[in-house]
């Protein structure tokens, strides 16, 4: 079938113009039978104007404006040759590695994954290659932990798998707590099997017989598909005795976390499903040398264990090809915050910031300019905007003071305060710190009430030196990641947008209007047209007058909120 | 139902070698696209084919990562290309019943993603 795809909807063609203008062309040339013309919301052209592509050619053009359609209809369209100096060379930045069945398969049956080639790459590992022949295929991938940490998963496989002992475990980690991420619950909701096969190869290679899924309660979904996949696995023999008729067994179970941020650090979470509280505990010794009940284990995120299926059906070599000299593969991101196409993001690794942005995320939400990116979560920290080429992988964003993390990417425009980021990223710490070590119990409350004061425009200069001594103290003696990585926020926030806290000390601005305490809204008598909107929608009653003769606010009873704001229609209201 | 060995596995990889592309419309069904809507969409949608005994296969699916336009609801029938619709409600889920499945037309204004045209290869 011959279509059209007309992408218009930049808001440069409301009436239709380009629309008619393409099916008058059609009929000029007589062929309009043979072709379908569709208006599209998204062909992954943004930001390009009026947008053509040409299916089946894929010929796509951009930017055009009228006087070009009837020449592509002619020479494009009806004699199929493409126009060189107007072709577009947009193409599709994202690589699909780790999302590659969701959206394609039912999740919900086992058949789905097997016709697609699911556990091809178990097969390879238990009948093709020697378990070192297995490892090797690892190191030459150069996969590395997409948790966080970014450990080569070989050389923590073969830790596991040299340490000699009775029993060995696998885990898959699926403890997902940074707010506003939210990739392995898409891949455990949209593809389970492939990280069932993860597991599978990670349990063979490292000689383990027994496997745990630790999900977060608060992912019912996710856990219910993954209880359907391990019971097909069940049923097919792709888990118990012998299986696939080779002489390793392999069980799984699968355990919920209560809803702690600690456990998916993975000492606690070891000490979670041991039934402990979950407590993080020194490292070393890493669980691959003694961990869950004392024995090796490997322990992996969600996200590297979807990736190794491949690694074995297309080859390490081929999955080394992609990304950038020491962070290979690819990287799933969910991206959020202010930005048009919020969602999940797959891309090669050594992408730029502003490439995932405008590229694939759309471009900006609102009219206001982008400030910063925040990625990793309450561990990572922010990268200024001034930063947007760097290429992503592991080196480049903790050059920049920030971390991969688990791939939470939280794009903040010019209306976000960075004091208010780092307060709320510090109130998650606070809340989610699990008080065993003093340095982090301690150390984030303290900046927590550093912030506060800043925000509320009561803290002096000097209270900035004494944030960033803390915050290097609670980075140096915490016990376990979530201390260590705690103050990255303040830090990084500090980094890039000092002026903006020394502004909320010096000045008693917040020049985003995000912090309330530090906000005055006033009526601007020459503008104002005495409509009484504001008056009518003061939830408090802080605003007092009349018609004839104006309004005004009172600022002791005004609770801030910004409604007056809002409604009103001829920006009478000063806030400041 | 029997174990899998080995050799059922490579007639596992071997089928889907040759895999051909059946008609089928795929709904969104991730946490995500639940939350948008797409529960009521899928049943819509399973009611109308079996009223209509169109025989096309409805599959639910993950998340393809478009969040912001849930639910979505992939269309892969013979001759069109695989076209993917966006903020699909129970009427735009009707619509595309009549008008895509059966009519064989593109429907304006919904489109959020389309894959190179199905079928015409084989």
């Known amino acids: 079938m011959k279509v059209i795809l007309l992408k218009d909807t930049d808001g440069k063609d409301r009436e239709g ?22 208006r599209v919301v998204d062909i992954g052209i943004y930001n390009r104007g009026v947008a053509l592509k040409i299916l089946p050619a894929g010929f796509t053009y951009t930017d055009l404006t009228e006087e070009d ?14 126009i060189k100096e107007k072709i577009s060379s947009v193409k599709d930045k994202q690589v699909k590695i780790v999302l590659r069945n969701c959206g394609v398969i039912d999740p919900e049956n086992i058949e789905s994954y097997l016709e697609t080639g699911g556990y091809q790459g178990l097969k390879k590992v238990l009948f093709e290659y020697k378990p070192e022949e297995s490892i090797e295929e690892l190191k030459i991938s150069g996969l590395r932990g997409r948790g966080g940490g970014g450990f080569p998963l070989w050389m923590k496989w073969n830790f596991a798998r040299k340490t000699r ?28 099997h492939s990280v069932l096969e993860g597991m599978l190869v990670a349990g063979y290679l490292v000689g383990a017989q027994k496997g745990y899924f630790y999900i977060r309660a608060e992912y019912p979904l996710a856990i219910s598909r993954v209880q359907k996949a391990v019971d097909d696995a069940q049923e097919y023999g792709l888990l118990g005795n012998n299986i696939l008729g080779s002489d390793f067994s392999f069980s799984i179970e699968i355990r919920l976390g209560a809803g702690a941020f600690v456990c998916g650090e993975e000492t606690a979470l070891i000490a979670s ?18 961990g869950l009940w004392g024995r090796p284990t490997v322990i992996n995120n969600v996200e590297t264990l979807a990736n190794v299926p491949v690694i074995f059906t297309k080859g390490g070599k081929w999955f080394s090809k992609i990304g950038s000299p020491t962070s290979k593969g690819t990287k799933v991101f969910a991206l959020t915050g202010k930005i048009k196409n919020s969602g999940l993001v797959e891309v090669p690794m050594g992408i730029t910031l502003r490439e995932i942005i405008y590229d694939i995320g759309g471009g900006m939400l609102n009219s206001y300019d982008i400030k910063a990116v925040q990625t990793g979560g309450p561990s990572g920290g922010v ?48 809340d989610e710190s699990c008080g065993k070590c003093a340095p982090c119990r301690i150390g984030t409350t303290q900046m927590l009430e ?38 990255n926020p303040v830090l990084s926030t500090l980094r890039y947008f000092e002026e903006e806290y020394l502004e909320h000390i010096r000045d008693k601005k917040c020049r985003a209007g995000k912090c309330k305490e530090l906000l005055e809204y006033t009526i601007i008598q020459e503008k104002c047209r ?29 609770i801030k909120c910004g409604n007056c704001f809002e409604v009103c229609k001829f920006e009478a209201i000063s806030r400041g | 139902m029997p174990k899998l060995t080995k050799d059922n596995l490579e007639a596992y990889a071997k089928k889907a070698a040759a895999h051909k592309v059946k008609d089928v419309i795929r709904v969104g069904m991730s946490t995500c696209g639940i939350a948008a809507g797409a529960e009521e969409v899928y049943e819509v949608l399973k009611n109308e084919v079996r009223q209509r005994n169109l025989g096309i296969e409805i599959q639910k699916c993950g998340c393809s990562g478009k969040c912001y336009a849930e639910p979505l609801v992939e269309v892969i029938v013979k001759d ?31 489109i959020f993603d389309v894959q190179e045209a199905n079928g015409d290869e084989k």
């Open chain 1, 530 to 558: 005495r409509c009484s909107l504001c008056f009518r929608n003061c939830p408090v009653s802080a605003i007092s007058g009349n018609n004839k003769e104006g309004f005004v606010i009172d600022n002791e009873k005004c």
């Open chain 1, 165 to 192: 002992s009775d029993e060995k475990y696998v885990i898959c980690n699926g403890d997902e707590g940074d707010p506003g991420a939210y990739m392995d619950r898409s891949v455990l909701e949209g593809d389970p």
């Open chain 1, 450 to 487: 550093y912030l506060d004061s800043i925000s509320k425009g009561k803290a002096s200069q000097e209270d900035i030196a004494k944030l960033k001594k803390i915050a290097a103290a609670v980075k140096k003696a915490s016990l376990c990641g979530l201390g260590q990585t705690a103050p």
């Open chain 1, 17 to 38: 113009l380009f629309h008619d203008k393409v099916l008058d062309a059609l009929q000029k040339e007589g062929i309009s039978d043979k072709w379908k013309l569709v």
């Open chain 1, 273 to 290: 499903i041991e039934g402990k509280r979950g407590y993080p505990s020194p490292r070393p010794p890493y669980p691959s040398v003694k």
């Open chain 1, 69 to 82: 359609i009837p020449g592509i209809v002619r020479k494009s369209i009806k004699e199929g040759k493409e």
């Open chain 2, 80 to 110: 069109l290309p695989a076209v993917v619709y966006g903020k699909v409600d129970k009427t735009f889920a009707l619509a595309i019943v009549d008008r895509h499945v059966i009519n064989g037309e593109l429907l304006n204004d919904h």
């Open chain 1, 383 to 430: 990268i200024s905007k001034e930063h947007l080429d760097t290429p992503v992988d592991y080196e480049n964003l903790q050059k920049l003071g920030s971390i991969m993390g688990s791939g939470g990417m939280i794009v903040i425009d010019e209306s976000d305060c960075m004091v208010d980021l780092a307060k709320f990223y510090m109130n998650f710490c606070v």
